[in-house]
Structures are given as structure tokens and as C-alpha cells.
């Protein structure tokens, strides 16, 4: 395997995945691990703790653009990350005692689906109506969500990012920035925990896989970020939804050659 080649593919898997986190607040791991498992033959296992390591940087840089310019929910995004954390755990260990339940095609099939929905229904909800809910009752529906995500997370193993956008904006009725900005300030510690625990059960990582993959989807997350936080609604949602499309058909065309 040649480093241009290795190159080539952690450049495209980083870009999608940047792209994907700083528009979406979407899991690297959905990109990066089936482009590293299908182009570089990388053990699946390893893949996905460098895919949630390369998520840790791209989303803590997303989050801190989205911070800067006002569009994060740190207090309630703390409050929700405590309860996804916890019951991703509950949720893994009851997926262990269930036979053969694999459910790997749901993130992609649930990115391909909520891309359409931001271009033909796009999330117009403004910060003044986001601001009417009071601080108590969106305290309670963010355990709530943080529940359900995490026990979904846990038990599929996949669509954390897309389960926490989607209910971020259908759910708890948050405008599309704010909700992005929620999303990838909890993905970083969410994917800080994965990819820690990976390489404590794995071991060590292929260090020049890692760091490309790390390099290029941190600048393509910080790109997307910028344009993401200066981009009018109508053409955010367009923007996120055309990404979330193609990277769900994309993603499925790496299942299909795996």
C-alpha cells in the first residue's frame, strides 16, 4: 500500500467526514471507518477508534466556532451528554445479550433520509422561539432525548450525531445552528470516550493513518463551520442537506464494495 494512495483515501474519508461534522454535527466515525476498511483493509475495530479520534478535534473546533458565534446550548448540551453517555452503556450492554441484532445499515439510511428533509422541509425556527420554552422544561426533555439517543447509540452502535440533529430540531424544536453547535459540543467528549476506549482494547493505532485522518478532517470541520455560521437559514438547511445526501449514498456504495 503506497502513502500516495493512503493519501489519497484519508484525504477524501477526512473531507467527507469534515464536512459532515461542521454542516451536521454528524459522526466521523460513519465516514472514515467504511472508507479505511474498504480501500486500506484496516481492521474494523481499529478503524473506528481512529475515525472517533479524528471526531474529537473536528467536532471541539466546530463546537468552539459555533460557540463564538452564539449558536451552542452549553448548559443544556451538558445536561443531555450526561444521560447519552450513560445509556449508550445500558444500551451495549443489552444489545450483548441479544442474539445476531445488527442494525449497521440505519445510520446511513437515516443520513440519506435526513438530508431530504432539510432541503424539501427545512428547519426555520427562529432563536426567539427556541428562547420561549422555559429553562426547566428544556432541562427535562434533554435527559428525556439524552436517553433515548444514548440507549439507540448503545444498542444500533452508530447515528449518534444524526440522533441527536434530528431531535435537537424535531424534537426540542431547536434552530438549525444552535442545534448543530449542541450536537458537536457533546460529540467531542462522546467521541474522546469511544476512541480512548478503542485504544486501551486495541492497542495502538496505525500512527500515519491516524494522523492524516485527524489533519484533514479538522480542516475541512473548521471550513464547514465557518461557512455554516455565516450562511442564511434557507441555505444551511440546503447546504447540510445536500452533504447528509451524498455522504448516505456514498456510505452506502463503501457497504455494498465491503
Known sequence: MTFLFTLFVTFFAGMGAGLGTGFAGMSAAAVISPMLIT?????????VGIALSSDVLASAVSAFTYGKNKNLDIRNGLIMMASVLTFTVVGSYIASLVPSTTMGGFSVFMTFLLGIKFIVKPVMTTKEAMQGVSAQKRAVQSVVCGVIIGFICGFIGAGGGMMMLLILTSVLGYELKTAVGTSVFIMTFTA???ALSHFTIGGAPDWTVFGLCVIFTLIWARIAALFANKAEPKTLNRATGIVLVVLGVVIFGFSILK
Open 39 to 47: 480501500f486500506l483493509g484496516m481492521d474494523p475495530y481499529m478503524a
Open 192 to 194: 474522546l470516550t469511544g
